[in-house]
Structure formats: C-alpha cells, structure tokens
C-alpha cells in the first residue's frame, strides 16, 4: 500500500504559557488544552488556566 489511506490537516498555535489552541483544518473544529490537577501542581503551574491535557483528548478519543 504506498498511498495514504487519510491524512489529517491541523494545526496548533500557542496561546500562552502551556495554554495551547488546535484547529482541524477540514471541519474547522478547535479544540483548547493545556494542563491540570496533578500535572499542574507537580510544575508549579498554579497561574495556568485549568485545561484538559492533550491524552485527555486521545483517552476521550478511543472510548474508554
């Protein structure tokens, strides 16, 4: 098989600090994460806006 059977177009820009923005380019969907709870405490991220982490997403995203 030498074709892609999908590639997935998106992009990600920093908005501040850990807080970052994605954006899937066929549907124009975005999506905000950053960081929270222990992860946050264990950098001392305490001015940081509570956010879900990127494998929240890929957790939320396969089901479980």
């Known amino acids: ?3 892609a059977f999908y590639t997935s177009r998106s992009s990600v ?3 501040e600090g850990v807080h970052r923005r994605a954006t899937l ?3 124009g969907t ?4 950053g960081v929270h709870g222990p992860i946050k405490r264990h950098y001392r ?3 940081a806006k509570d956010l879900p982490l990127p494998v929240d997403y890929v957790v939320a995203a396969t089901g479980t």
């Open 13 to 15: 820009v920093k908005i």
């Open 30 to 33: 975005t999506i905000e994460f």
């Open 25 to 27: 380019t066929e549907l």
């Open 45 to 47: 991220l305490d001015d």
């Open 1 to 3: 098989m030498n074709d």
